[in-house]
């Protein structure tokens, strides 16, 4: 049929046109349906999508605040903050974990230890989008490497971080303590809003007592991101308010001292400055490096300090709990002549032992041989046990605790020490309560030489001396001298609050003090050859503790056990004894008599303390080192 | 020869009536005119969409000029050429689509491209969408209209057939196109409301079928996205959401040029591509959009007018139907944006970047002025 012929091309159009008015209605209502659909969303709805989209793109950050640095009384450094570039991963950006934790493995030297922590921190509750560190501590190759590659690993961010840094790590370790990572049960604790961008809080120590004021005030940023999270630019801020920057009554330098006076011994030393309380030198030996902690230790170097015989985690100082021996005698002189139990006078027969009553068991004294006529000045210059054993007998239970308790044993008495345990003060209730036995004449004895129940910590021996040396006046331990700004001290630290020991014949105080020089500087003192040619006077008294058994766990070596059932050597004392800059408590574990192992040690300090870095010649001292670093 | 004199010697043709310059050059002055300002304006889009990207304008306007000289060169054939041609490049069509599922190669688990040895890669299922309506009209026009029962069945095969195998690539969108162009062939040719209303019933009846034999999971996903986007908020559902939320805080009068943040934040995804038109919602507002509209309108206008003054059935039917899958081109794409239809790969006609779909549109545009202007000379 050829084209356009037998056909009624007329009627063919007509229909053709009617069709299109069909299809012009058609498309008329479907653009017009469009149009309605963009109405809808662009003026109906658009206060809705606005918000969507704000929300899109701006994102509110938190800006965790610097933590606030910490200094020693001489204005050194004892904790920073360092940057710290690390590699983290949001997991609701990335697109597959295992492959991109793999393609990371290829690009940066990511530990089995890594790995394993991250996926650890990848169970563990979190806040959305909060990303989760996979390596720290990333060198400039490192970082180069991974800006080539970052377009590839969505959701793989490095992050600059400040990052607690202590640059005298072990020997500041047990005194400062150290933040870590914020854990599971901190997270309950803590206020969410401030800690929003923290990911470090104070574990121990200062670190852990004066978080709040070292951690300072959030701030926020509002910055515009793309869709996959990456920030484009900050909209507005507020800044973070810092930490506050303490400054701590610790001297470094003694306190360095301190550690290497124990060396590679166990031990623990306290030097406390009377007049004001400040610990001077807080040392536990040995330390740790607590640099490691503060980004999360590795498995391996955490079993190795936890497994260590030495325990150098375990803080000495404060928590070790030793009987006090000998040491405690200057306090219960003080306690017999105030209670009249003795007075300067009295006299008694030592024959080498005590005897309650005459068929009674025996209390030895350390002399085998007896120290013969013996009177207080002498008991304390030669630490005669027989004359203590009496004096407890007559005092009793009640009085020495009564004593005891007011020169802070038995109690943590220290005001911003954070992890310091009381010791054990026994007395008639407890010993009933926790042994359900009466309380013997026999622990008396015992109580008498601190031997027995009693138990101390080194910080309650120096504590104890301190209060010695100012004859009554209590200024209980601090680490805080200073909150540097505005902040007065006394509002964060806690207020002392126990009464001065008053006592009947104050003058009580000056004899028990020149007992404790006689210990020094007399001709039968135990310490006397540590008291040799002295430029000042000093008082102190020596101690011996027994180790009476090992521990059940403990493996059998014949020359280490020989070694850990030695006693533990012990000291306190204080110096110059008529105006005292520094009372210390010295404890080596297992370094034998307190005489020649302890005293040695304190009278070091106490040198160290007075006659090297006297305490008004500081600003000489610095200029000095000063100095010798430019030539 | 002066140029003047050229024009004047073109005027004069055989009939004596005269004849312009648009005639002389088979080109439509309005619709020339509306298509250059809808490409020029779409560039401006694009590149906002692009994210300031030159080169992607710069590649997108080579593309838009390629398609101006096929738009040219169309536009210069007869349409009895078209005629002619109909069912050889059917038949060739259908052999191309048949290659491409068996040796075609492809992207995103789809088979589209036909890679000959020495010819560039090309897709046949994207000449179809001129093709199919071209042979349908050609087949229709050949009887008397309204089709017969019996021409419209072989003419919803003709539809039909190219249509499955391009649902087979899998490519539900360009089968959308092509089905849709032939179907509006057989609409304008007549077929009685009777058999439109059947043919209606029967499509909601084969729906459920589709939906269990034929669609792939990932279209029904697409489906099931469209019901509740928010069903899965970051997968399918993500480019819903953000291109609504585009459209959306746009507002009436737009963020302004380049100030679209959902799009430049990289929120919206393709937002140079299929969802180029959030770009131009979210910063030219709903203005923009009603002066989109209005230009996409202005050309169906005028191109129905070209349809209805179409001298043959063949013209008028062809005519028609590439109107009007120019007209579903933009229903589905600004439908898809905005969340009224499913999410399927149909660019906004022109303004999208990408070349394919530009050089088929601008082709159908080239035939639309070819019928325009040779139509004197046939009916003479």
Redesign the interface.
């Known amino acids: 049929?050829p084209?356009?012929e037998f056909?009624?091309?007329a009627?063919?159009?007509r229909?053709?046109?009617r069709?299109?008015i069909v299809?012009?209605t058609f498309?008329?209502l479907?653009?017009g349906?469009?149009?309605a659909?963009?109405?809808q969303?662009?003026?109906v709805?658009?206060e809705?999508?606005?918000t969507?989209?704000?929300k899109?793109?701006v994102q509110v950050q938190s800006v965790p605040p610097p933590r606030g640095l910490i200094y020693d009384r001489n204005h050194v450094l004892l904790a920073e903050n360092r940057p710290v570039f690390s590699v983290t991963l949001v997991p609701e950006r990335v697109d597959g974990m295992d492959q991109t934790l793999s393609q990371l493995g290829g690009i940066l030297d990511v530990s089995g230890e890594d790995l394993e922590r991250f996926h650890r921190r990848l169970q563990e509750p979190r806040r959305p989008f909060q990303e989760i560190p996979l390596r720290y501590d990333l060198n400039e190759q490192e970082m180069a490497r991974l800006a080539v590659h970052r377009h590839e690993l969505p959701g793989v961010e490095v992050k600059a971080e400040l990052v607690r840094y202590y640059p005298h790590s072990t020997l500041t370790s047990h005194s400062l303590g150290f933040v870590g990572r914020i854990n599971r049960d901190e997270l309950q604790r803590i206020d969410p809003v401030n800690y929003a961008g923290t990911n470090y809080i104070g574990k121990s120590g200062i670190e852990r007592f004066y978080e709040e004021l070292l951690h300072g005030t959030v701030g926020y940023q509002h910055v515009?991101?793309?869709?996959?999270g990456r920030t484009?630019r900050v909209l507005e801020r507020e800044n973070p308010v810092p930490g506050e920057d303490l400054q701590l009554q610790l001297d470094l330098r003694l306190q360095e001292r301190a550690y290497d006076l124990l060396d590679d011994r166990r031990g623990a030393i306290v030097a406390i400055e009377p007049a004001t309380g400040g610990i001077l030198a807080l040392a536990s030996v040995p330390g740790f490096d607590t640099n490691k902690f503060v980004t999360g230790i590795s498995v391996k170097d955490y079993r190795e300090l936890s497994e260590s015989r030495d325990k150098p985690l375990f803080n000495r100082a404060l928590r070790g709990q030793y009987p006090p021996g000998s040491t405690l005698k200057p306090m219960l002189a003080i306690a017999a002549l105030d209670s009249g139990a003795t007075d300067r006078d009295y006299t008694i027969w030592d024959p080498g032992y005590f005897q309650l009553n005459n068929s009674g068991r025996r209390y030895r004294d350390w002399k085998r041989t007896g120290h013969g006529w013996v009177d207080l000045m002498d008991a304390m210059a030669e630490s005669c046990d027989v004359y203590f054993y009496e004096i407890a007998v007559k005092m009793g239970v009640d009085t020495m605790y009564s004593y005891l308790s007011r020169f802070g044993f038995g109690e943590d008495a220290s005001l911003d020490v954070s992890g310091a345990l009381s010791g054990l003060l026994p007395s008639k209730e407890w010993k009933r309560a926790m042994r359900s036995e009466p309380w013997y004449p026999g622990d008396s004895v015992n109580l008498g030489i601190g031997q027995g129940f009693m138990l101390a910590t080194p910080l309650q021996l120096a504590t104890a001396t301190s209060l010695i040396a100012n004859r009554g006046t209590w200024v209980e331990p601090r680490l805080l001298r200073e909150i540097d700004g505005d902040t007065p001290v006394e509002q964060y630290l806690p207020d002392g609050n126990h009464e001065p020991l008053k006592l009947k014949n104050p003058a009580d105080w000056e004899f028990v003090v020149d007992t404790m020089a006689e210990v020094m500087h007399g001709r039968h003192g135990t310490a006397r050859g540590s008291g040799r040619n002295a430029p000042f006077r000093m008082a102190g008294k020596t101690g011996t503790a027994q180790v009476f058994s090992l521990a059940e766990d403990e493996e059998y070596d014949a020359e280490e056990i020989r070694e850990r059932l030695r006693d533990h050597a012990l000291f306190v004392g204080f110096a110059p004894v008529d105006n005292p800059k520094i009372a210390v408590a010295v404890i080596v574990e297992n370094g034998g008599g307190g005489s020649s192992t302890a005293a040695p040690v304190a009278r070091e300090l106490f040198d160290a303390w007075l006659v090297e870095f006297p305490a008004g010649d500081q600003e000489a001292v610095v200029g000095n080192v000063e100095n010798k670093g430019l030539d | 020869m002066a140029l003047n004199e050229f024009i004047a010697s073109s005027a004069a043709n055989p009939l004596g009536r005269p004849r312009g310059i648009w005639s002389t050059l088979h080109l439509d002055p309005i619709l020339l005119f509306l298509l250059l300002a809808l490409v020029s304006g779409g560039l401006f889009v694009l590149y906002s969409g692009a994210d300031r990207n030159v080169e992607v304008v710069k590649a997108q306007g080579i593309r838009l000029g390629v398609a101006f000289v096929v738009m040219l060169v169309f536009a210069q054939l007869d349409p009895s050429v078209f005629r002619r041609w109909a069912p050889w490049l059917y038949g060739a069509g259908i052999i191309a689509l048949l290659a491409v599922l068996v040796v075609g190669v492809g992207a995103k688990g789809a088979q589209r491209w036909l890679a000959l040895p020495g010819l560039p890669r090309f897709q046949p299922s994207e000449l179809m969408k001129l093709v199919v309506p071209m042979m349908a009209a050609w087949y229709l026009s050949r009887h008397y209209l309204p089709p017969r029962l019996r021409h419209v069945a072989v003419g919803l095969a003709i539809v039909l057939v190219p249509m499955m195998m391009i649902i087979k690539q899998p490519d539900l969108g360009t089968s959308l196109l092509v089905g849709m162009a032939g179907l509006f062939v057989v609409f304008f040719a007549g077929i009685s409301w009777k058999l439109i209303t059947a043919f209606i019933a029967l499509v909601s009846v084969s729906a459920p079928m589709m939906w269990f034999f034929v669609m792939r999971d990932y279209q029904k996903q697409r489906v099931l996205t469209l019901l509740d986007p928010q069903s899965d908020p970051l997968g399918a559902g993500w480019n819903i959401i953000q291109s609504k939320t585009a459209i959306g805080s746009g507002g009436f009068d737009g963020k302004g040029w380049l100030q679209g943040t959902q799009s430049h934040l990289e929120f919206l995804p393709e937002s140079h591509t299929d969802f180029i038109v959030a770009v131009l919602a979210e910063e030219f507002g709903f203005i923009g959009m009603l002066v989109l509209m209005t230009v996409y309108f202005l050309i169906i206008l005028r191109c129905l007018y070209i349809a209805v003054t179409a001298q043959d059935s063949f013209s008028r039917l062809l005519a028609g139907a590439l109107t009007m899958t120019f007209f579903i081109y933009i229903f589905v794409n600004v439908g898809m944006v905005s969340g009224l239809l499913p999410v399927v790969g149909v660019p906004l006609p022109l303004i999208s970047y990408g070349g394919t779909s530009s050089v088929t549109l601008m082709a159908a545009f080239g035939v639309l002025m070819s019928i325009h202007t040779h139509r004197r000379m046939i009916g003479a």
Request: net charge positive; proline share 0%; charged share 25%.
């Open positions: 049929m084209w356009g056909k009624d091309t009627a063919e159009r229909l053709f046109q069709r299109t299809v012009m498309v008329v479907m653009i349906g469009l149009i659909r963009m109405y969303l662009q003026v709805e658009h809705v999508f606005t969507l989209s704000d899109n793109r515009e991101t793309n869709a996959r484009l």
